[in-house]
Every structure is written in C-alpha cells, then in structure tokens.
C-alpha cells in the first residue's frame, strides 16, 4: 500500500519531468519559430486557459511563455500547478506546430452549459490509465454513459476502447482527448474555463478559480492501471482543480482527493459520491443502451438501417390531453407493420400519437412534454431524431435494429419518460403508431388541426396579458447572482425555457428553479421595468443587482449566464445592433466572431451594450423595444437571417418597413465597420434615421 508520502515523493519526479520536457520542447520550437510566433489554442478567447486562469501572465507568442515560473520543488499544489502548465504548454506547442490536439473550443463548452446546469449531464468524469480488462473498460464506460456523465479519456485506454469497437467523440459523451496522460491537462481547460465563461471569473484570480471548481463544478477522475511518477504528478495537478481520484490500485486513502476501490465496489459510483454527483440511471426496457449519453449522436448513412421523414416519407408525432378515463396506461399499439420486417436501408411512414390524462395536467402542457420526445428518443443509442411535429426526421441505426430495436420501443421510451420526468401532473400515457401510408397521412391532418390551434393560442399570449412571470436560477449553479426572467415574449437565453415551460417546471417542483415573479408596478412600459422584477433580481442575486429591465439593451440589461444562444452587441458607429449565433463560425463586422464576442458576456454580470439572448428573442414584439425594435438591426449573420426571415419579415411588416429584413447586413454584405456603413447608407438603412443609441 502506498502512502500520501510516497504518492508526493512519486509526484515530485514526474513534475520534474514534465516541467524538463516542456521546458526542451519550448526551446526546440522557441529556436526554429522565433519568439514572435503565435503560441494559442483553436477556437478559444482565453489564449491557454490555464495559465489564463491561474497566473497573470498573458501568453499569446512563444516569447510571452519565455518567463514562466514551473515549481516542481515546492508543496504539492504548487506541483500540481506546475504540471498542470507544463502539460497544457507541451499541447500547445504541438498545436502550434501543426499537430492536432483535441482541444475543446469555448462554443462547445457553452453549448454543454445548460445540460450540465439541468441535470441532463449530472458530472465530468476523467478516465485515466490503462485497464486490465478491456471488457470490463467497456462496460465502465457504458455505465458512465447510462449516467449521463460528460467522460474525457486520456491515455492508452482510448485504444483500448477503440479497439473494442466503442464510439468515441463529443456526441458519445466519451472524449478522447490524448493517448498520453498529458491529455488531463486539455480536461482541465474545460473545468477552467467552466468558471471563466460562467463564474465571471478573470485573468489571473487563482484563489477564486479553484474556491469556484470546488464548490460549483463536479468534476471527479478514475484511473485504471499502475501507478508511476507520471501518475501522481497528473494526481497533484487534479487535486489543484479539486479532482478527487478513485484507483483500481491498492494505494491507501486520502480524504476528499483518494480512494482505492475495494472487491465488489462499482467505479463510477464511488466516483460520483465522491464529488456529491447526483446521477440518475435510466431503466427503460429496450434492447439498447439509454441514456442521456447519446443525444447528439448521428447516424449517419454507412450505418443507416430505417430513415423516416425528413421529406423522403410523411411523418409526425403529436401529444395531447384526454380525460383520464380514454386513457389506458402502458397500452402501446402499432397500427401497420413494424420495421423487423423491413431490408436495412428501407424507410417508412410514421405517425406517433401520445394521449396523457392526469388530475394535474393542463393542456398547455401538452406541447411542453411533446417537444421533450426529441430530447427521450435521442438517449436510446443508434436513434437519431431531429425536428418536431410533421417536420421531424428519425434515423435507426443498423446496431440498434439488429439488436431488436422496434418502433413500438418509441412508445416504451415515451411512456416511461413522460411518467419519470412527469409523472407529478400526468398519470396516464397511451401511445398509438401509426405505420401505413392512409393512416399516417389521415393522422398528419388531425395533428396538423392540434398545431394550428396551438400556435394562435400561444401568438395570443403576451407580457400585457400575464398576471405572473417566471424566474429560472437553473445557471445558478454555475453564475451565481445570474437570474433569468422569463415572459410569454421572452424565453429564457438559453433558448430552452419557455414561459409555458417555466410554469410547468413550477407546477412540477414548487421549490424547483423557477419561480412565479409578480410583476408589480409599471415604472417604464417601453424598457419593461417592473417593480415586481427589480425587488426579485435584487434579492435573487444576492444583491449584486438592482434590477434589471425586459426590453433594453442599454439601461440595466438582463445578465447572462454563459450557455445564451446568440451574441447581441451594440455597435454605435451604425446606430444599431449586430448579432450573431453559436452556431455561426464567421466574423462580424468588428472584426470578432461569436467566441471573442461572448467572451464579454456571461458569469452575471450586466453589461449594458452587451447581451446574450434565445434565438426566438430576435422575433418578439418586445425585442429592443425601448432603442426601436428590429429596426436597430444592421447585421446578422446569414445562417440566422435565412432561418429567421419569415418570422422577421412579418415583424418588420407589422412595424411598417418594408422590404427591411433584405436591408440587414450579413457577412457577405460587410466584413468591418467600413463596409457595414457603406451598406446601410446605400440601401437605406431605417437606424440611420433613427435617433442616437448613446
């Protein structure tokens, strides 16, 4: 058995090697770039995070990194810190010379944001090492996966995996980041950079980063195999980040950094009450694995067995509201045939209609639940769905089919997750598929009634017309005084919470995140300044804010937590505003993508000029109605324009500016704030008329 001593002495070794070799391969590269060569990381604001993080250096050329302090002589966090550097300095020398180094960019992490908030990703795991058993690999990283546990590997345990025919990437929540342990320094940066983009934390706050990762994100290690010098280095450097580590390895135990698993104890378990992680294990009865793990998993078309919608066959899937007792619960029936019967390759109609009665449910529910099947029909692995109601596409792997995977297994999925996640206000859940061509076409007709009756009930819903709005303090966890306020005309940032979803949720969990705001005295209509609003922003931040207004860009905006949508930037040279998306991977006109952009916004503070909103915002009545509205619009990105336009122009329409939505700028129209002007003066552009932002 090992001794706290003996991993420190072990640890001091490999800091002292670490630091060596990173100390040759800087002046290797040092020597034949020069010191004015760019040394950085892909897709990030935040330089090498890190060294961002945790010094006040600003690294941004080989030459800047030519004074860096290493100290792997001193305490271990001092060594921890010191490996941490050197290895993350090793991965950025390598990406400045081309290789490829599986660095995480900042849009991936806020993207993952407001699932590692929500509960859908519980925890980060990092697995470390190199297994005995690469069956027993297998299954741990399956278990991790069944968890929802967001799982970075380095080591020789990623080929391991490979080889055992695992999928790996961000769409598996199984990461392959490094064959070497020096991988643990690119999860690191992930950590790191949780507290920068969502803690509102700054260059060179080292005591407030690390009190940040202990106490906000969870974050725990296992690593499988021996132990060496390298080991116990990377073990200091995961103790810094406040990483505890569970070992297959009898080495003793050590509060709140070690553990040593004993016969007969799960891993990822012991891993999870480790770090207060709070993962829920999904049981439904279908021959693939689920869980919330294969989400964003694509198949693609090597792989295809059944493909359905997506303009090749009709297909729709509706849920409604029925007296309890039309409602027979668990009664899953497949009208036609099922696809056993079908070649690989094939494809089908589809028709799912889902009937719900409950003493609590309402129907304004039905659509809140409806929109989740896209999120339930994703965790089955080898499903791939994609859009909504009779506009959704689903692909079915070979795997999964040749597994026994049916459609009547859509209908386990959505009984046992509406009752899971539901089961507070719907007691009952029948489910109809519908596989014959008449059928699905008859079906489609009826839904499509259900739509359109739900989108004029939801057009009539306004800010006017709510007694209550909504709090959601979800991104609390992470961005502590942010609070989000959410009106029939304002989702929430993160694009996910309507206010119809916010008064479910608080139906579901009273105590839960969000919570009725009374809105109270009107003190400015046209900025959305509501007395009710200011008293709970105050007292929900924790003081931090005074308030905040619904429509402004300008006079106390609402703060962001990290995980927003779209980018809202003042730009006063155009009188207006620019936005941009996530999802864009163009330049606006001030020379800064969505990443550097965003890189302003987050961690709750409030910003005026600056703003992160839902994509939906962009089209609401109440958009920037105190500085004008979508006329304040000078540039968009195309990718936004075009998925937008519709919607924008029948605003721009009902605001009398015709032809307006083509008078928006994208990046083909203006590259800087040159062009930008240019453009507007020559189509006549309605904020040059208008009267001056600031």
Known sequence: MTNYDDIENLARKGAHNIVDLCRAEYADLLARKGAQSSLSFPDTVYELPCHYALTPDSI???GDAHALELAPDADLAQMGQAVLLSAELILALKSSSGDPVAHIPDKVIRELGYKLVDGTIPGILLLLGSADDP?????????????????????????QLEAEGVALGLETMLVPLHPTLLGAALAGSVAIRAGLIFGGIGRGERGSMIHYLAERLPAVAIHL???????????????????????????????FKLHSLQPGENPITIACEMRGIKARIEKVDIPIPFGSAFEGERVRKPDLAIEIGNNITPSFELLTMAPLSDVEDGKITVHGADIDTLTEGGTTPLGIVIRVGGRKMQEDFATVIERRLHDWFNRAMGVM???????????????????GFVLRHLGVIAHACIHADFGAIVDRVQVDIYTAEADVLREREKAREFYRARDARLAGLTDEAAEMFYSCLLCQSFAPNHVCIVTPERTGLCGSVSWLDARASHELAPLGACTPVLRGTVLDEQKGDFSGVNDYVRKASHGALEGCTLYSLLDRPMTSCGCFEIAMVLVPEANGVLVIGRDDVVDTPLGMGFTTLAGTIGGGAQVPGFMGIAKRYIISRKFLRAEGGIARLVWLSSALKEALRSELERRAEEQGLAGFVDKIATENEATDLDSLQAWLEKVGHPALRMDALI
């Open 135 to 159: 069956k027993a690999l297998v299954a741990l990283a399956r278990d991790a996966q069944s968890r929802g546990l967001l799982t970075f590997l380095s080591g020789p345990l990623i080929a």
């Open 225 to 255: 195999g021996d132990v060496n010098e390298t080991t116990a280095a990377v073990a200091a450097a995961a103790w810094l980040l406040a990483i505890p580590i569970v070992s297959d390895r009898q080495l003793g135990d050590i509060e």
């Open 60 to 62: 941004k050329t080989l």
């Open 385 to 403: 769905h994609v859009g909504q109601r009779d506009v959704n596409w689903i692909r079915i792997s070979k795997g999964a089919k040749q597994a």
